[in-house]
């Protein structure tokens, strides 16, 4: 029972690389969220999807993009890295039904030299 | 100011003694809210969720909203060393999709033997 697993757990980037980040949740979820993670700032949600080829705007999306090809990965890009976004990202899934509380993988850290 | 204000800690207590974790928030149109675990290098975990107003109970944990006063606790009884960790409240309204949660910065808790 995976629940929800992200790839890769580290990673080290020079500014102005692109990688991806990858989720992949197995509660069969309609809902994906990407978040990141700084100190003092708490989660902030990056992008979300509510279904299979949906995404939306979190509250801090500029530099990233997203994609949700199949329902069960969703999928965070960053084209071309900068060290602003040194962070530690999470996703997360959720059902539908209103108020349900989201389940989150256990983050990859990412560095921007 | 944040819609979810979560005093950062540290809190360092004895083992045994009682927990109480606060934040308070801004939105009155909170309606659901959670407190999540986060041990160190991992995701957040589902601990607590209540709707609305009053008390919830979980073994060592018990969880309160105040929504007139816009504050929620976590209490923790007979505090234990596996429960230093940091504790993020999480709090959602009615968005109309996507089950979307505002957070609080977390608040950092050692138990020490």
């Known amino acids: 029972n995976a629940g929800v697993t992200q790839t890769p757990k580290f990673r080290v980037l020079k500014t102005g690389q692109s990688m991806t980040l990858l989720c992949a949740q197995d509660?069969?979820?309609?809902?994906m969220y990407w978040y990141r993670q700084d100190p003092g700032m708490g989660l902030r949600l990056i992008h979300y999807?509510?279904?299979?080829?949906?995404?939306a705007k979190g509250e801090v999306p500029d530099g990233y993009n997203v994609s949700r090809l199949k329902k069960q990965n969703f999928l965070l890009g960053l084209e071309s890295a900068a060290p602003s976004q040194t962070s530690v990202y999470f996703c997360?899934?959720?059902?539908?039904?209103?108020?349900?509380?989201?389940?989150f993988g256990d983050g990859t850290r990412l560095s921007i030299l | 100011q944040k819609e979810v204000e979560q005093d950062p800690g540290p809190l360092s207590v004895p083992e045994g003694a009682i927990v109480s974790l606060n934040c308070t928030y801004s939105?009155?149109?909170?309606?659901?809210f959670m407190w999540y675990r986060q041990y160190s290098r991992k995701g957040p975990e589902l601990l607590m969720y209540?709707?609305?107003?009053g008390n919830k109970e979980d073994g060592r944990f018990t969880a309160q909203v105040d929504k007139s006063s816009k504050y929620i606790s976590l209490f923790i009884r007979d505090s234990q060393p596996s429960d230093s960790a940091t504790y993020l409240c999480?709090?959602?309204?009615?968005?109309?999709?996507?089950?979307?949660?505002?957070f609080g910065t977390g608040t950092q808790l050692k138990v020490e033997l």
């Open positions: 997360a899934s959720s059902r539908t039904d209103a108020y349900q509380p989201q389940h």
């Open positions: 509660m069969n979820h309609e809902y």
């Open positions: 999807s509510v279904g299979e080829g949906t995404t």
């Open positions: 939105n009155s149109a909170f309606q659901y």
């Open positions: 209540t709707y609305s107003s």
């Open positions: 999480a709090m959602s309204g009615f968005t109309g999709g996507g089950n979307k949660l505002t």
